[in-house]
T-cell receptor, first 118, second 106 residues
Framework: GAVVSQHPSWVICKSGTSVKIECRSLDFQATTMFWYRQFPKQSLMLMATSNEGSKATYEQGVEKDKFLINHASLTLSTLTVTSAHPEDSSFYIC??????????????FGQGTRLTVV | KNEVEQSPQNLTAQEGEFITINCSYSVGISALHWLQQHPGGGIVSLFMLSSGKKKHGRLIATINIQEKHSSLHITASHPRDSAVYICAVTGNQFYFGTGTSLTVIP
C-alpha cells in the first residue's frame, strides 16, 4: 500500500531555534499534503493544506510566518517551526492525498513527529 | 458542535470481548477513515470506506451513508489492541473525531 514517511519521529530543540519536519510520499505523487498538530489528549487539528508548486493555505489562527510549509515536489512537503517556543511542543503529523486515480480521497498518514522545545 | 462525533470516549474491555466504537458525522463526505493511534503517537490507517462493510483480520468497519454513521468492531479483543481509535471523514476537507481510548485488560 501507499506509504508516507515522516522524519524525524522525535526532536528536542532549544527555544529560539528552528526545526524542519519532512513528509515524503514514497510510492505515489501527492498533489496535496496536510499538516496537523495534536496536543495531549486532544484531537488532530488541521494546520495547513499544501499544494505542490503553490503557497500553502493556513487554517485560522495558525501563524504562517512561524510555521513555514514548502511543497516543492510531488513527493515532499516540509514544515519548519521557526523560532520555536515551549508552547510549540506538540505532535505534528502529515498526511498526503493521491491525485485523481481512483484513490483521490484516500488519506495516507505519516508516523508523526513529537517536538519538544526546551 | 463537532462535525464528527465518536462514542464512547473511553472504553475498557476484558481480553476476548467484542468491541464496538461508533462514529456519526454531519457533513457530506466522500470517504470515512478509521485510524489507530498508538501511545507513541504514530497513526495507522485501518480502513477507508465509502459504502458497505470492510473486514481486515479481527477488525470490521461498516458505514451507513443514509444515517451518516459508521462503526468499528473488534472481535476477540487483545491487549495489543489498546490504542486510540479515530474516525475521520473527507469532504471538502478532513474532519476528525476526538478519538476513543481503548484499553484491553488481560
Amino acid at each position: 500500500g501507499a506509504v508516507v514517511s515522516q522524519h524525524p519521529s522525535w526532536v528536542i530543540c532549544k527555544s529560539g531555534t528552528s526545526v524542519k519536519i519532512e513528509c515524503r510520499s514514497l510510492d505515489f505523487q501527492a498533489t496535496t499534503m496536510f499538516w496537523y498538530r495534536q496536543f495531549p489528549k486532544q484531537s488532530l487539528m488541521l494546520m495547513a493544506t499544501s499544494n505542490e508548486g503553490s503557497k500553502a493555505t493556513y487554517e485560522q489562527g495558525v501563524e504562517k510566518d512561524k510555521f513555514l510549509i514548502n511543497h516543492a515536489s510531488l513527493t515532499l512537503s516540509t514544515l519548519t517551526v521557526t523560532s520555536a517556543h515551549p508552547e510549540d511542543s506538540s505532535f505534528y503529523i502529515c498526511s498526503a492525498r493521491a491525485p485523481k486515480t481512483g484513490r483521490d480521497t484516500e488519506a495516507f498518514f505519516g508516523q508523526g513527529t513529537r517536538l519538544t522545545v526546551v | 458542535k463537532n462535525e464528527v462525533e465518536q462514542s464512547p470516549q473511553n472504553l475498557t474491555a476484558q481480553e476476548g470481548e467484542f468491541i464496538t466504537i461508533n462514529c456519526s458525522y454531519s457533513v457530506g463526505i466522500s470517504a470515512l477513515h478509521w485510524l489507530q493511534q498508538h501511545p507513541g503517537g504514530g497513526i495507522v490507517s485501518l480502513f477507508m470506506l465509502s459504502s458497505g462493510k470492510k473486514k481486515h483480520g479481527r477488525l470490521i468497519a461498516t458505514i451507513n451513508i443514509q444515517e451518516k454513521h459508521s462503526s468499528l468492531h473488534i472481535t476477540a479483543s487483545h491487549p495489543r489492541d489498546s490504542a486510540v481509535y479515530i474516525c475521520a471523514v473527507t469532504g471538502n476537507q478532513f474532519y476528525f473525531g476526538t478519538g476513543t481510548s481503548l484499553t484491553v485488560i488481560p
